[in-house]
T-cell receptor, first 108, second 114 residues
Framework: GIQVEQSPPDLILQEGANSTLRCNFS?????LQWFHQNPWGQLINLFY???GTKQNGRLSATTVATERYSLLYISSSQTTDSGVYFC??????????FGTGTRLKVLA | NAGVTQTPKFQVLKTGQSMTLQCAQD?????MSWYRQDPGMGLRLIHY???????DQGEVPNGYNVSRSTTEDFPLRLLSAAPSQTSVYFC?????????????FGEGSWLTVV
């Protein structure tokens, strides 16, 4: 099955800094999503992005399916951005495999 | 519209006991699934369903049973709890759309097996 790897595993930023999180996958995928897990454990969907680029405020994501990677950009980071960021991918429609996440801490 | 609702939020079990984690969604989603999250790890798929009466195994199905008798409900049963099943369990759902099937998660159920 698909293998999903995320990097870096941990990231510490000062408030206002920019960052790029990477998600590599081992096989071609039909669907890819990014999630944020806040410090209370809640999982929020950020992007559904099997290919191309999307933006939502300070966050944007790009997936290059032919090269088997996706990037999540966070600009002007805020302390509320802290938490764990996961990507999840599937080669079908529903059976998503998650990466192990990037743990982000934004310092005030 | 409550989204995805999981109960209980916290549970302590003794080894060998059985229990059911409940999951309900009110968004008429075809797809529902259960994941477990262990410390420092991502989410691993336990079982999933693409509609009432249809279920299938995920990455880590052993020790768990599921059924899907209605569109709304997807309970997860632990048959004989083991300490290795101590984890946080998340239920998720999504609706198939050509534009993409965004996944919605419940708030999680923290399970400790002693």
């Amino acid at each position: 099955g698909i293998q999903v790897e995320q990097s870096p595993p941990d990231l510490i930023l000062q408030e206002g800094a920019n960052s790029t999180l990477r998600c590599n996958f081992s096989d071609s995928v039909n669907n890819l999503q990014w999630f944020h897990q806040n410090p209370w454990g809640q999982l929020i969907n950020l992007f559904y992005i099997p290919s191309g680029t999307k933006q939502n405020g300070r966050l944007s994501a790009t997936t290059v399916a032919t090269e088997r990677y996706s990037l999540l950009y966070i600009s002007s980071s805020q302390t509320t951005d802290s938490g764990v960021y996961f990507c999840a991918a599937t080669s079908g429609t529903y059976k998503y495999i998650f990466g192990t996440g990037t743990r982000l801490k934004v310092l005030a | 519209n409550a989204g995805v609702t999981q109960t209980p939020k916290f549970q302590v079990l003794k080894t060998g006991q059985s229990m059911t984690l409940q999951c309900a969604q009110d968004m008429n989603h075809e797809y529902m699934s259960w994941y477990r999250q262990d410390p420092g790890m991502g989410l691993r798929l336990i079982h999933y369903s693409v509609g009432a009466g249809i279920t299938d195994q995920g990455e880590v199905p052993n020790g768990y049973n599921v059924s899907r008798s209605t569109t709304e409900d997807f309970p997860l049963r632990l048959l004989s709890a083991a300490p290795s099943q101590t984890s946080v369990y998340f239920c998720a759902s999504s609706k198939y759309r050509k534009s993409g099937n965004t996944i919605y998660f419940g708030e999680g159920s923290w399970l400790t097996v002693v």
